[in-house]
């Protein structure tokens, strides 16, 4: 028994699909002789619905809501969530997109509406979109199922009666986190209706709440659960997430109580087939590949003449809009394809647009959609017969979030990863079948980050006074008395003893919730404004405008370049104006990391393969250190050549902060007992370095921007510098791999606990590229070679003899 | 020390600047400069210095992302915008601070190559929004300076205009001088932070570097003493109540308080506009006024309750006055009782801040919230009667002009929470007794209002300003009482001189109008187009006229006359249409 959704409408009847279609685009393949640089070509089974019966306890308002949409039976995770609900459980339904995960929520809350009138449910959305998009058919869903309880959402665009009737009577209350965080909890005492009577917490989208974000989400739900408690109710937290590899671990860092999880999906799969395809190599010089973007185009060109609706996904807004382009060119003079029915998705969509785009490819009008984001699509497009990846999206989670488009719940359907030059890409191009066993990655976040933690007691003290004994969520009573204690000291808060204990209450005029940002420590974002159209274009956070948006720097934007004619840096402000140069610039940074406090040590130590002996030793660390930065110039790199054409100054102060970073120490015996000069090995580490970076950053599912990395002496904060510098007693080289965010979101941990696999994938992102002697994507740009001595090989050979393999 | 604990001691406050050894030019060493691919046109030899050691210590992270990289993640920051307005939308927070000398700053960034001053190596540290009172930026105005200093007192002027913009157009309660508590708070910051700082963190410190000491001699946080009235041991448990009585014939300015008590509530429901308050004993009300430590929210505590009502014909006063926070249930308690006592409550922008508050603390102390009483919000009722005159409704403003009241050493109202904050530590109770002086003022400037406009309202007084006679003819039209508006409109426009008076006739001829008397409104048209002085005002008499003369009196000619002067009000295309319909009539009357 088939179970029908609005988006998909019921059984299809277009003439021209039919399975063969998506063959006969295979077998062209094979004969155009593009199988030579598939890298991967397996064939998934399809997957048959595990369904069970409506259970018996379903309330009538709930059968009657889903009898109207045609559903008979529930998938084993719907049914699942409804169990772990009714024994009064948290839980987190990681299962893949487009498996009917709304049930998963919906369905728990309706049968708590029709228990009880009173009855209240907060769903999180992390964008307004898609809070919006969830009112109306959530909505819908109440009226079916007879139920009085609305649906509201509650953000900056709701007016005063709706934000009355938010108050006082609906339902479920759809916000996003930010409003949560400023306009509801410090103003709780206008809501004890809704904390009242509050009986689950929904939380969307809950990969998205990593690094930072996720770090201030954790801190706002514990202040959530403090003032639900106040005011009697304690709600259950059900967690929606896309793939990633710790749904369970991530979704209680997150609410701070043990989740249950439900991972194995019972929605159906049609067969699905999946392709990695890497495109040849033009410039082996340089390790350039033939553009991907292009080669996108040409596999997509070749789906859309075979009648088979594709979905592509760009990188960048500029990617999709260049794939669109040539589409658009190519099929110009083909008579049977309308270029029209070629359309892009971008971001800032609008609703009833996407309804259109919906509408029209159930017609068949639309052959092909062009999107960057998984995101944008919003909740459901539907899917389509085959998926194009135009470059690697830089994470395992995120390939499987765009293939998972691909596919209807019958029928055979297609994901093809067209890899670019990028270094990460060639990695996957190397060791494809990581794609399916390689172990999705780790969201990580620091709920206990200082900064963060301190910023959201101030918040909490305000929304309420604490007593002693009183914890903030998961924090014990003792961490919140010191927290309070600073805070006293601070003037912020002020104790009250009397016999009956001590209370801290709220003692300043200003309102802590304005003060923070939960998408960042600290508000400091500079506006960047064109100086030709005085508009902002972009902001951008106060650590990365020291290497991006120093004076004379290139900065792009979107597809455009513009130059930083003037930093104000006072007043938070980066003038730019729109040039078109042939370079791009690079800043440099001086960065020395002291260590403050060890956390944990081990040693990582294997044996090297023949021909080499000795064993050696690298000591790992975790801990707190200090980074004192300091951007002091930039380099001019040319298109294309990566060569260097310039320098520049940049006058801007020192930043310093506290984190937390994972670091190695190579030994200096090891250094002196390789037969080649000195800063030779040093900047072949710094290599080494650049690598574990990039291979790091993966594997977070983090910007690169946010990890710092500097290659230093732990023990002797004066010690002797880089290259060329000469050598002293003590010295042994330090790989520094720092969280950029002060305090710490949990990366550090993560890579220390993770240290083996990361040098073994570096040793794989290495061998793989296709570079000579080492390039800017693999090691970094080279500084300080020497003539004669190819870095890439020595690295590889460094890991070979400290047995990384 | 915990590990929490020590981070903790290692959180940077706000402004702390810890200068690092700034790299030194670099030590030249025998290491030899790397060999380049290209030779750099320009820079060569910056850029090979670069790539020399840079002394001690430093590494040179030569591989920092290409700047190629896109602008932040296009869903996170436009959705982080988002979330910023909303955040400022949902609440009524401080925008920007005001930046203070930042010519300094400008001269620093202008300096010659290669040298670094003093000031500009204060560290930003890790401390980034600790420092309360900042909200976010708001986006930038996009202003082009001509130099460094100009630009910064553009951005300036520009900031301070959209915190006052802000401000104005979100304000709700129409008091509390945010305006001045923003003058207070930049001066604040000038003061406290160090001059030629970085920016924000400076201005930060400011807001956290409040003096270690209160000022004033330092008080034992129990000692009372110095604060008037006593604590009182009440039916709800102890309140520190500080009482006071007032002979009817008390006056605030030179309106006594005693009217209010009996004044009718018919009236009151008139230019209250309020017609639940039509069978109110006004004898019983309860005039309710509050000092608070902020605006709103769930922090934000009320700690002076001021409570005023009648107990036969004198007006006593309470004042519930919080020793310690924390300390609210008793005062919750005793302000249940005296409203369930009531018949209504009388407040001045209570609607809005006062009672929303109170309601606020109950449910903070757990209590069940009173039931909402009828209400009586002076500060509507002052607004629509005086604003024309006095173009605000403030009370301090209402109280000199209409009551004739000025205070001497008023505290002023931005001043109050901090003043309070501070005695809880321990500050004076000298300026503790100055707040309970100053509400009692607000609470008796009440009761002292109510009489004084019901008085004024009951009928029109011809040494009344004109301008509040003809704002009282509006008041009465719209509580319906035609004839009463008639009289006030007449007396206004016969007193009015200069532009008001066209506006009294207009009024005037208007009512008149609609009670279908012609004759009455056409003299008043007739006297308004002799007293217009701007184009609005001659337009709309013309037009009135128009329409008189021509659906009322069937004067065709006239009608013309007089709508040849309403095609700029109109619009060309429905004055077209008046000038065809008369002409129209005028040949059907004409012809037969």
Known sequence: MSTRTPAFGGDRRIPWRSPRGLDAALAQWREDGVWQQVALDRTLPPVPAREVPLPAALSPQTRTALAGRGIERLYSHQARALELAAQGHDFVVATPTASGKSLCYNLPVLEAFARSADARALYLFPTKALSRDQEDSLRALLQEAGLEHGAITYDGDTPGDARRAARQRTGVLLTNPDMLHSGILPNHAGWARMFGNLEYVVIDELHMYRGVFGSHLANVLRRLRRIARFHGSDPKFILCSATIGNPAEHAERIVGRPVKAITESGAPAGERRLIVYNPPVVNSELGIRASYLKEAVRLTLDLVRADVPTLVFGQSRNGVEVMLKYLRDRLAGDKRIDPSSIVAYRGGYLPNQRRDTERALRAGAIRCVVATNALELGIDIGSLDAVVCAGYPGTIAGAWQRFGRAGRRQGASLSVLVTSSAPLDQFVAGSPEHLLDGGVEHARVDPDNVEILIDHLKCAAFELPFEEDDPLGDVPPETVQEGLGFLEQHRVVHANHSTKGTTWHWASDAYPASAVSLRSIGWDNFVIIDLDTDKNIAEMDFRSTHTMLHEQAIYQHDADQYQVERLDYENHKAYVRKVAPDYYTTAETRTKVTVIEDDEAAHVSHPPPPPHSKVWTMAAGLGEVSVVSKVVGYKKIKYHTHENVGYGEVHLPVMQKHTTAFWLTIPEDFVTSLSVPRPAVIDALRGLLNAMHTVAAAGLMIDPRDLGRTLGDKDDPDGPASSGGGGGPGFDPTLFLYDEIPGGVGLAPRLFDEREPLLVRTRRLLDNCGCNGGCPACIGPTVGVEAGVRPRPLVIGILDRLGIR | ?592
């Open chain 2, 1 to 592: 020390m915990s590990r929490f604990g020590r981070k903790l001691a290692r959180l940077k406050m706000p402004g702390a600047t810890e200068t690092v050894e700034s790299a030194d030019a670099p030590a030249s060493t025998a290491a030899p400069t790397p060999p380049n691919t290209q030779t750099p046109s320009e820079g060569a030899e910056s850029f090979a210095r670069a790539g020399r050691p840079l002394g001690r210590g430093w590494d040179l992270d030569a591989g920092q992302a290409q700047t190629s990289a896109r602008a932040p993640a296009g869903d996170g920051i436009r959705d982080e915008s988002d979330a910023i307005s909303h955040a400022l939308d949902a609440m009524r927070g401080d925008s920007d601070a005001i930046s203070h000398d930042s010519d300094a700053i400008s001269d620093a960034m202008a300096r010659p190559e290669g040298a670094i001053p003093e000031d500009a190596r204060a560290t930003v540290g890790a401390q980034g929004p600790a420092a309360q009172g900042l909200a976010p930026r708001s986006a930038a105005q996009g202003l082009v300076p001509r130099s460094a200093a100009d630009g910064a007192r553009m951005n300036r002027i520009a900031r301070l205009q959209a915190r006052i913009d802000a401000m104005v157009g979100r304000r709700q309660n129409g008091l509390r001088s945010e305006l001045a508590e923003a003058g207070r708070r930049s001066e604040a910051r000038t003061r406290a932070a160090p001059a030629g700082a970085w920016g924000r963190l400076a201005r930060g410190a400011a807001e956290h570097a409040r003096p270690a000491e209160p000022a004033g001699p330092a008080r034992d946080p129990d000692d009372f003493s110095g604060v008037p009235g006593a604590l009182e041991e009440t039916d709800h448990g102890p309140i520190h109540v500080v009482s006071e009585v007032f002979d009817p014939d008390h006056c605030h300015g030179h309106a006594p308080v005693g009217p209010a008590r009996a004044v009718p509530a018919a009236e009151v429901a008139r230019f209250a506009l309020d017609a639940e308050l039509a069978d109110v004993d006004m004898s019983r009300a309860l005039y309710v006024d509050t000092e608070t430590t902020g605006l709103y929210g769930s922090g934000t505590v009320p700690f002076l309750i001021g409570l005023g009502w009648f107990e036969g014909e004198q007006f006593h006063l309470r004042q519930l006055f919080l020793r310690r926070l924390g300390e609210e249930r008793p005062m919750l308690g005793f302000l249940s009782d005296r409203l369930a006592r009531a018949s209504c409550i009388v407040t001045y922008n209570g609607k809005s801040f006062d009672w929303p508050l109170l309601c606020q603390r109950f449910v903070m102390n757990r209590l069940p919230p009173p039931e909402t009483p009828l209400h009586l919000d002076l500060l509507h009722c002052a607004r629509r009667a005086y604003k024309k005159r006095l173009g605000g409704a403030r009370l301090v403003h209402i109280e000199e002009q209409v009551l004739g009241m000025t205070r001497v050493d008023d505290t002023p109202g931005h001043e109050i929470p901090l003043i309070y904050l501070d005695f809880v530590r321990g500050g004076p109770a000298d300026r503790v007794a100055g707040i309970i002086e100053h509400n009692a003022h607000d609470i008796v400037a009440m009761a002292a209002l109510l009489g004084r406009l019901a008085q004024r309202f009951a009928r029109a007084h011809r040494d009344d300003d004109p301008r509040d006679l003809l704002s009282y003819a509006r008041i009465a039209a719209r509580a319906g009482d035609a004839e009463r508006a008639a009289e006030f409109a007449r007396v206004a426009a016969e007193r009015a001189t200069g532009g008001h008076a066209a506006d009294a006739w207009l009024f005037h001829a208007d009512l008149a109008r609609k009670r279908r008397d012609w004759d009455t409104a056409e003299q008043g048209l007739e006297a308004a187009l002799a007293e217009a002085v701007d184009d609005e005002q001659s337009g709309a008499a013309h037009l009135a006229l128009a329409k008189l003369f021509e659906h009322r009196r069937k004067d065709f000619d006239r009608a013309l006359r007089h709508a040849y002067h309403t095609r700029w009000m109109e619009g060309s295309a429905a004055w077209q249409k008046r000038i065809d319909r008369i002409e129209r009539k005028r040949a059907r009357a004409a012809g037969g």
